[in-house]
């Protein structure tokens, strides 16, 4: 269910890209996201296309930011999603070596009904 966007500036390699990727859907899996539910996309950004304040709330960002995005059902607590937060934080500080800084999270939830996986059908409406 989940759709994630995991924006950064260019010039990173594919290795790097995809361990971001790993890291997001492992995190997403160990709160209650199912196996195999993956949807994700990486986008890279020109320096002048990836704006952001590099001190925001006291937090010192470097060029490396990278800035995620999950879609996903609502209904998961505020413990879950900081439980969510950390994994994917301390998962990119491992590898591929991202200072948690540099780790921007945006969570939007929407109704289970918002989703169509193919077909033209609404699988998750009840």
Same mark, same amino acid.
Request: no cysteine.
């Given at each position: 269910m989940p759709?994630?966007? +995991?924006?950064?500036?260019?010039g990173k390699d594919a290795v790097y890209?995809?361990?971001?990727?790993?890291?997001?859907? %492992?995190?997403?899996?160990?709160?209650?996201?199912?196996?195999n539910d993956?949807?994700?996309?990486?986008?890279?950004? %020109?320096? %002048? %296309?990836f704006l952001f304040d590099p001190n925001y709330l006291? +937090?010192?960002?470097?060029?490396?930011l990278v800035i995620i995005q999950i879609t996903w059902n609502e209904?998961?607590?505020?413990?879950?999603?900081?439980?969510?937060?950390?994994?994917?934080?301390?998962g990119l500080a491992k590898a591929p070596g991202i200072r948690p800084e540099d780790v921007f999270i945006n969570l939007i939830e929407v109704k289970r009904e918002n989703w169509s996986f193919?077909?033209? +059908?609404?699988?998750?409406?009840?």
């Open positions: 759709l994630v966007r +995991i924006d950064l500036r260019k890209r995809q361990e971001v990727g790993r890291v997001v859907y %492992d995190a997403m899996v160990g709160v209650g996201v199912p196996e993956r949807f994700q996309i990486v986008a890279e950004h %020109d320096a %002048d %296309d006291g +937090i010192a960002r470097t060029q490396d209904g998961r607590t505020v413990e879950q999603k900081k439980v969510l937060y950390k994994a994917i934080a301390d193919g077909n033209g +059908i609404a699988q998750y409406a009840v």
